[in-house]
């Protein structure tokens, strides 16, 4: 409940593998950042396709600001690009999940915490318009065209005036 | 005692002595440095040329010949080949020299050999030998090099004095070989960078530090073109230059072209941000990467606020998923985007914008760029037109309307005209010959009268034809748009509508007709609204118990005395309000057009209270029905 109370951000960003992860080593990585992100209440969703990496992260900005540091400036990635960092009032995500292709994708399937990047739910209607759109974007750009237009429009989300112009 | 010490002093000196005795050149006294340059078999007792030595004949020869002819002989850096126990053979270098022994100063009886090991000096020499010509050849290549180069190359020691300056200085400049460099240098400096230039090169040598400046240098034609000087210090000792060497490369055409380059993209920049409309660029992945200053200066948002999607949350609320949604599609199939959207401005107004966006490949990738145009007023003008159009296709129907029925109404009393004047000929008689010609001119009129009014009601009715009930309207969208047509006269009354169609959404009725009515009735609520309170219309759409469609109009307007047997209120040119501009064909058409289609119209009216039309669509299929 504390938490809720406590100012929150989000961050968003985009970079590439420095060279492409095997099933086991994105399987280990899902471990460990469901582990470390549990342990420090980070939220979010991380998207994996072919060396390209985006994650949104939701959190207090005293965790995630020196985390993305620490993302940043991890060897396994390059060109790590920001696209957003702004204050929210609530969550999207109830916990820490990723999506990627699988080079093998049987068995990831019961993972827990992991997505089939055509299973990807729509981006959360907690999210402002702005933010839902970026999520898409970023999802466009890790996995390509065929998973945006392969995905049905969802409905019109309703949105009311307070969540739509409080992202601004 | 002293010749044993002397002796003693001979086998151990670092030089090579031997004596040699007789004319077979037999060894008297050899020691141990000697025995390095002639092998461990020469010893005392053994005869030259008996001894396996490791000298070379030349050196054997020489010896021979000194004995003989009695003439000393020295060599300097004599190369030897020599081997001990534990060293394999290597070359070294001795001094030689051999002196004749002579007995009672007469013959030579015996030879003295002296060597002394001189291979450390000699290969110095020879490594310094090397050096020199090692250096010469640097030195040309240095020279060529610095002479080739397309720079000019110069050194300056530490009082500023130039030392070397290569020859491109005499060729860029035109100066004469003579030229004093020193003092022509400085005057060949712009004189906007002359002190500038001087300071810093003054700085450079007082700190001990290279430099590297711009400036422009006169050349040999009188242009001043831009160059680029770089030095560095050549330290001996630490902090202790002593000179300065540098290059001077001409960049007059690159520092051109990066100042047209600055310029142009200035303009660009001044020119995206004075333009009065939105402009921004994106990214491959549809992220806004710039947004012109107009953007920020019409939303009243920061950079930071609109961020890379920001630009959604400045769109009517209604309006974001839509677009949302139609941004993601473009930038994944990059088909070009463009729609009409409400924009809000910083002051929470929202104007209509076109947004356009279109990519751009070229060498630096794809990229997106898009404008938002303000149609603010062209969108009002539309909306005015439209109205106007619609009112105009209102009052035509209307006026069509009329006169097909105007004429249908009028040819009954032609016919009755037509049978009074047939019973008139019939029975009276005429005394005056010339009114049997009148009789006839009246037939002519009533024929000509029938004929004018059929044709017209046919002419009529033939238009008309598409008029009839095709399908079944949305009555909340005709309403809307009767409605909005009359917005301003409802404006200007400060009119309130109540529409409540849920229990009868739909009729089935020609689109034309409904609106007529609706229009007519409408309009006539506002038109006789009562001066003193606010006009309050309900329309109110339903079915009767046996499904009949009805439309009930009410107001709270005059109100009309429907007892008045002077104004029937369905009449032809009969007016209620007279005192109000108006025609009276208003609710004579709607009644005509509601019983073309079977229906009927009902009217409650109170004066100063209001009124309430009940329009029966169609025809009643009970026994309910008042007509």
């Not at chain 2, 077979?24 to 030259?48: C, I, K």
């Not at chain 2, 809000?344 to 107004?349: M, N, Q, T």
Request: proline share 5%; hydrophobic share 40%.
């Amino acid at each position: 409940m504390l938490a809720t109370l406590l100012a929150m951000i989000h961050l968003a960003y985009m970079s590439r593998a420095v060279r492409s992860l095997s099933d086991q080593e994105l399987q280990e990585l899902l471990n460990q950042c469901r582990r470390d992100n549990a342990l420090h209440n980070v939220t979010g969703i991380l998207f994996y396709s072919h060396g390209n990496i985006a994650q949104l992260i939701e959190g207090e900005p005293e965790v995630l600001e020196p985390l993305f540091e620490r993302i940043a400036q991890d060897g396994r990635h390059s060109h790590v690009r920001k696209l957003v960092q702004r204050t929210i009032s609530k969550r999207s995500f109830a916990e820490w999940s990723m999506a990627f292709h699988p080079l093998e994708p049987t068995g990831f399937a019961a993972l827990q915490g992991f997505l089939l990047p055509q299973l990807i739910p729509p981006p959360p209607s907690t999210l402002t318009i702005a933010d839902a759109l970026l999520v898409d974007l970023v999802r466009l750009a890790v996995f390509g065209s065929e998973s945006v237009l392969a995905v049905t429009a969802p409905a019109p989300s309703g949105p009311t005036a307070d969540s739509s112009l409080a992202g601004g | 005692m002293p010749e044993q010490h002397l002796e003693d002093i001979l086998r151990h000196i670092p030089a090579g002595v031997a004596t040699l005795q007789g004319t077979e050149l037999q060894f008297s006294f050899v020691n141990e440095a000697m025995r390095l340059v002639l092998g461990q078999d020469a010893r005392e007792g053994q005869t030259l040329a008996s001894c396996r030595s490791q000298l070379p004949a030349d050196l054997r020869e020489v010896i021979q010949q000194v004995y003989q002819t009695g003439q000393p002989f020295v060599t300097k850096a004599y190369g030897l080949f020599v081997a001990t126990a534990d060293r394999p053979a290597q070359l070294r270098y001795f001094d030689l020299a051999l002196e004749p022994v002579r007995e009672a100063e007469e013959v030579v009886s015996g030879l003295l050999l002296f060597a002394v090991d001189v291979t450390a000096q000699e290969q110095a020499r020879q490594q310094a030998y090397q050096l020199a010509l090692d250096t010469r050849r640097l030195d040309a290549r240095l020279r060529v090099l610095t002479e080739t180069v397309p720079q000019i190359t110069f050194t300056i020691d530490a009082q500023g004095r130039y030392e070397y300056v290569s020859p491109q200085w005499y060729y860029f400049t035109g100066q004469p070989p003579i030229a004093a460099v020193d003092a022509v240098w400085p005057l060949l400096i712009h004189p906007d960078d002359r002190l500038r230039v001087l300071y810093q090169a003054e700085n450079a040598r007082r700190t001990g530090t290279g430099w590297s400046y711009e400036y422009r240098l006169r050349r040999h034609d009188g242009q001043y073109r831009w160059v680029l000087s770089r030095a560095l210090p050549e330290l001996h000792g630490p902090g202790e230059p002593v000179f300065w060497h540098g290059a001077l490369t001409e960049i007059h055409d690159q520092r051109e072209l990066a100042e047209a380059l600055r310029r142009g993209k200035a303009e660009l920049r001044f020119l995206a941000d004075s333009i009065p409309e939105l402009i921004w660029t994106a990214t491959t992945e549809g992220f806004i990467d710039y947004y012109n200053r107009y953007t920020t200066d019409y939303s009243g948002l920061t950079l930071d606020e609109l961020g890379p999607t920001g630009w959604v949350s400045l769109l009517h609320p209604e309006e974001q998923a839509e677009a949302a949604r139609y941004w993601v599609q473009s930038i994944a199939s990059g088909q070009p985007f463009e729609g009409e959207y409400r924009m809000r401005r910083h002051d929470g107004f929202y104007r209509w914008h076109i947004i356009r966006a279109r990519q751009l490949v070229d060498e630096r990738g794809l990229r997106w760029f898009g404008t938002c145009t303000d149609v603010q007023d062209q969108h009002l003008l539309h909306q005015a037109l439209q109205t106007q159009y619609d009112e105009l296709a209102r009052a035509h129907h209307d006026l069509d309307t009329f006169v097909y029925t105007a004429s249908h109404d009028l040819r009954q009393p032609a016919l009755n005209l037509r049978g009074l004047f047939e019973e008139l000929r019939r029975t009276a008689t005429f005394a005056d010959p010339d009114e049997g010609a009148i009789l006839a001119m009246v037939n002519d009129a009533l024929t000509q009268l029938d004929t004018t009014l059929h044709d017209l009601a046919a002419t009529v009715r033939s238009q008309r034809a598409h008029q009839e009930p095709v399908e079944i309207l949305d009555l909340a969208l005709v309403l809307e748009e009767v409605l909005l047509g009359l917005l301003p006269q409802a404006q200007l009354r400060q009119a309130q509508f109540e529409v409540a169609i849920e229990n009868a959404p739909g009729l089935l009725y020609s689109r034309a007709n409904l609106r007529s009515v609706v229009h007519n009735l409408v309009s006539n609520a506002l038109k006789f609204a009562h001066p003193d309170r606010q006009p309050h219309i309900k329309l109110h759409s339903y079915l009767t118990a046996d499904g009949q469609p009805v439309l009930e109009i009410s107001d709270n307007g005059l109100g009309m005395d429907l007892t008045n047997p002077q104004a029937p209120v369905f009449q032809l040119f009969v007016r209620q309000h007279p005192h109000i501009e108006g025609t009276g064909v208003g609710l004579y058409l709607v009644q005509r057009i509601i019983t073309s289609q079977g229906g009927h119209i009902e009217v409650a009216s109170t004066p100063n209270e209001g009124s309430t039309f009940t329009i029966y669509w169609t025809r009643a299929t009970s026994s309910k029905a008042q007509h």
